[in-house]
């Protein structure tokens, strides 16, 4: 069995819909305009064991959301979910012993005290027994290089070194399985870098289970090798991290290395020029075109190298969100009419 | 002038609007601000037939009802929630920069959106004002010949007090509020400041309650015109002859805080950005 | 088990409150000042007012050291449910607000219970020892007054203390279930001052409202909305200003209990109605 198991979750809520002008707000007093808004629609998905997994997609694409239904913060409009044998939203006290989750932009200890404190707090509250306190706080804090800091008020503490105390916070208990909201949002590159490391080694060390959202790539790839990406509450793609490529990018670049600074002219005719400094072009070339193309170049061009690369995970990723954005956007502009995907009054797929 | 019309105009909006989106919180707040007078009604009634029915302090059981009514009217005009601590905060965050930048004077600005503030306020509560004065109005039939229900000079001087409770309560909190120049944490400062007006505003009680020389003391301070006063005037207890002495002291007092605010203002600001923020 | 988790996490809560008060001492000393300066200001009131009068109401009994009794009461209550409950409740909004109520739902803890009592008020205990103070005075002048003095039993005390308690209980049940309704009002800046006026008909003995006006008011506020029970239970019990009334005050204190236990069920059912709505209208 697996230790997540995720069935047609769907949540849509209601927002208020302000109107513009006094006279709308006037009516707004008496009868209110409401709209639906479905964040997510319909996630089925396994986690195993051990796995660590990404969830990427662009803001507002549901990755909050749905790591706050397995958290059971909030419950689901439809379908079924199962963390550890628990079904999140009824938060039994057994399962909520059992999970923690860290969010980049909110923090959870006291601002005015040191985080030893909290620390004390969490203890109590989760009823761990001392040694074993003392023993994972100094392990933790051992590992993030924190443990000089632990009787500085919060408030004066930098943002990394804050982060570095809510993830130990939170994994004061011990969890299973760890939800991870954005943990490097605003943090800058050696701070990001030292949480990765950290991340790492700890779920490998202890193989729990990590369900992680981040918008920075170099996070997923150092951390994740299964990425799930999310957009517009549907689960795109499923897999590894380059199988994003392999199944999103139906091209290759070609850098090519010219013996003359001249013979580059031409060779729009193979594939888009990325770019050209002579004597070196790159080309993007149809990945099907790959060695008809190739060898025509070779024949007719004297180039002295050849390197044949993927493109850059970001530009994938990124031209993935914008095709995504794009599809369901006209997709909800058939079926209701309006410019916005995400307001339709029909109901949860 | 049209397009400082055209400003004061789209703030008035602003804050009806802000004030209706929260249909809760706006039914429930007009409605209740009117509780407390009830419990006080029931307690001065209790008091007054404890003693029998002689006049306290010169004032019979309608004229107490009467004068907690007037006290909320005044209160009305004169209260500026938010204004002194709003101006300390923005000392304190540095938002206070955009004044030395924008062709802005800030001390304006505040006065014209409180103004709105209020001429929105007063556009919804005068519904219930009106309705709670029409129930009540048994209590002002037995009124003196000098109340402001018979004499139209006494109702001249309640409007004009009024008014100038409204100037005096926001310049008063205003130079409160700018003490945040010298002094980061007013919080302290503010509630002692509440504490005095509620209980020396006259809100609590009419002052005429006060054996001397606490009478006299509370007589000679500003903080009388934001509740007691204009009510005072309503009610006949003020005599025509002192009238005009009287408006023109808490005209003084208005002047006195207007110009106390735009020092304390530019020696602020001087002060301020001589420390570069 | 259960409850030895609770009570060290209170103690938690209550030892974490007072390092934080204790790194802001000057703050917190003005905090203290500033809530006695309150109570000083309304003794002063009520002083004035018996300047002017022997008794509130006729007949009632509520003189002025009766009524001092009655007002210490009311700053034990009111001390109490600040130091305990009201900037946790006032903060509970907020945390609907900005998502921070999403913590308190992860813990392995009754969420309630984490909301009520997560910071401690120190600073208003104050107000306890303040009216420990009037209501020892009081009770003195009560018992060497030379017609009809008063004596004050162990059991009285015991009764006084557990009423009092009740108080606290009837008072918490209507805040937390008066802010559990924010959810539902998008934002609630009014419930404050709701709750301010509320209790301020709490803040009277009850004989006050009579009349045709005053009766069903006393009926709403004694049997719909409890909070007349608050103070005039306890204050009756110990200053008893209607000693032939006996057989009413009976059937209230008998219907006090009833009040408190009801309004803690209501206000539990209330909390997690609202928590189920959270759940499901935010996303």
Redesign the interface.
């Known amino acids: 069995m697996s230790i997540i198991e995720l069935c047609g979750l769907s949540k849509s809520y209601r927002v208020y819909q302000k109107q513009e002008g006094l006279l709308a707000s006037l009516r707004g007093l008496f009868r209110r305009e409401y709209r639906d808004v479905h964040a997510v629609r319909g996630i089925d998905l396994r986690v195993e064991q051990g796995e660590f997994v990404a969830f990427l997609g662009p803001n507002g694409a549901g990755k909050t959301t749905t790591l706050k239904l397995l958290s059971g913060v909030i419950s689901p409009s439809g379908g079924e979910a199962r963390v550890m044998g628990h079904v999140p939203w009824k938060r039994e006290n057994a399962y909520r012993r059992r999970f923690a989750l860290v969010m980049g932009q909110k923090n959870q200890l006291w601002w005015d005290l040191p985080a030893q404190e909290s620390f004390r707090l969490h203890q109590q509250i989760y009823r761990i027994a001392p040694e074993q306190f003392a023993r994972t706080r100094d392990e933790l804090t051992g590992m993030l290089g924190i443990g000089n800091l632990l009787r500085q008020p919060v408030r004066e503490l930098s943002l990394g070194e804050r982060m570095k105390m809510e993830l130990t916070a939170a994994l004061l208990h011990s969890p299973d399985v760890l939800f991870l909201d954005e943990p490097t949002i605003g943090l800058d590159v050696v701070a990001q870098h030292k949480i990765q490391q950290f991340l790492k080694y700890y779920q490998q060390h202890r193989q729990i289970t990590i369900l992680l959202t981040s918008h920075y790539m170099k996070d997923v790839a150092a951390l994740c090798r299964r990425v799930v990406v999310i957009a517009k509450g549907r689960i795109e793609y499923n897999g590894s991290l380059n199988g994003i490529i392999d199944s999103f990018s139906g091209h290759k670049v070609v850098t090519l290395q010219f013996a003359t600074d001249q013979s580059s002219a031409g060779l729009e005719r193979f594939g888009q020029i990325v770019e050209d400094q002579p004597p070196r072009a790159k080309l993007r070339v149809e990945r099907s075109a790959l060695t008809r193309t190739l060898a025509a170049i070779l024949a007719q061009y004297a180039v002295e190298d050849v390197v044949v690369e993927d493109p850059p995970l970001e530009e994938v990723i990124a031209s993935l969100f914008t095709q995504v954005e794009r599809d369901s956007g006209a997709e909800a502009q058939a079926a209701s009419g309006t410019d916005s995907a995400d307001a339709s009054t029909a109901g949860v797929a | 002038m049209s397009a400082r019309i055209a400003t004061w105009w789209t703030i008035l909006?602003i804050c009806?609007?802000e004030r209706?989106?929260?249909?809760?919180?706006?039914a429930?707040?007009t409605l209740?601000?009117f509780?407390?007078i009830?419990?006080q009604i029931?307690?001065w009634?209790?008091?007054f037939?404890?003693?029998g029915s002689s006049a306290?302090?010169g004032y019979s059981y309608e004229e107490f009802v009467a004068y907690y009514l007037l006290t909320m009217v005044s209160r009305a005009f004169s209260s500026m929630p938010g204004l002194a601590s709003g101006i300390t905060r923005q000392i304190r965050d540095g938002e206070i920069k955009k004044y030395l930048i924008q062709p802005v004077d800030m001390l304006g600005f505040l006065f014209l959106s409180r103004f709105a503030h209020k001429i929105a306020y007063y556009s919804v509560a005068i519904g219930p004002f009106a309705l709670v004065f029409f129930l009540c109005r048994g209590y002002f039939h037995n009124l003196p010949a000098e109340a402001a229900t018979h004499s139209p000079a006494t109702a001249a001087a309640f409007a004009a007090s009024l008014v100038m409770s409204f100037v005096l309560g926001f310049y008063l909190e205003a130079s409160l509020g700018l003490i945040g120049f010298w002094w980061l944490?007013v919080s302290?400062l503010l509630?002692?400041y509440m504490?005095f007006n509620?209980?020396l505003s006259g809100h609590?009680?009419p002052l005429d309650?006060?054996?001397q020389p606490w009478r006299a003391i509370f007589d000679a301070i500003p903080l009388k015109y934001l509740a007691y006063y204009p009510a005072a005037v309503f009610l006949g207890k003020v005599k025509h002859a002192d009238l005009a002495i009287d408006l023109c002291v808490q005209f003084a007092w208005v002047v006195f805080f207007i110009g106390l605010s735009r020092f304390m203002f530019q020696r602020g600001l001087k002060r301020y950005s001589g420390f570069g923020g | 088990m259960e409850g030895m988790q609770y009570l060290r996490v209170f103690l938690t809560f209550a030892r974490n409150s007072l390092i934080r008060d204790m790194t802001f001492r000057a703050n917190f000393i003005l905090e203290s000042i500033a809530s006695l300066c309150w109570m000083l200001g309304n003794l002063g009131f009520y002083a004035l007012i018996f300047t002017h009068t022997p008794y509130i109401g006729r007949d009632s009994g509520w003189g002025q050291y009766e009524f001092f009794v009655f007002l210490s009461t009311t700053m034990f209550v009111n001390s109490l449910v600040q130091t305990f409950f009201m900037a946790n409740v006032d903060e509970f909004s907020e945390l609907i607000r900005t998502g921070g109520l999403d913590f308190a739902l992860l813990k392995p803890i009754d969420t309630q219970f984490v909301i009520s009592l997560r910071k401690i008020d120190w600073s208003s205990l104050v107000n306890f020892f303040a009216g420990a103070g009037l209501l020892v005075i009081s009770l003195h002048k009560l018992s060497v007054r030379p017609d009809n003095p008063l004596h004050v039993s162990p059991t009285m005390v015991a009764l006084y203390f557990i009423y009092m308690l009740c108080g606290v209980a009837i008072l918490y049940s209507l805040m937390i279930g008066l802010s559990a309704t924010s959810i539902w009002l998008g934002r609630n800046q009014t419930l404050y001052d709701f709750w301010f006026y509320i209790t301020n008909f709490s803040r009277y003995p009850m004989e006050i409202y009579s009349g045709t006006w005053g009766r069903p008011l006393r009926w709403v506020f004694t049997f719909a909305v409890p909070v007349l029970v608050v103070v005039n239970v306890p204050a009756r019990i110990l200053a008893q200003p209607l000693r032939p009334n006996s057989s009413l005050s009976f059937s209230l204190a008998a219907f006090a209990i009833v009040a408190t236990v009801a309004s803690l069920l209501g206000s539990r059912w209330i909390f997690n109605r609202a928590l189920l709505s959270y759940r499901s209208a935010s996303s």
């Open positions: 909006r009806l609007e209706l989106v929260y249909r809760g919180d706006f429930l707040g209740m601000r509780l407390p009830v419990t029931f307690l009634y209790a008091i037939e404890a003693r306290l302090a944490e302290s509630f002692v504490l509620f209980f609590m009680f309650m006060l054996p």
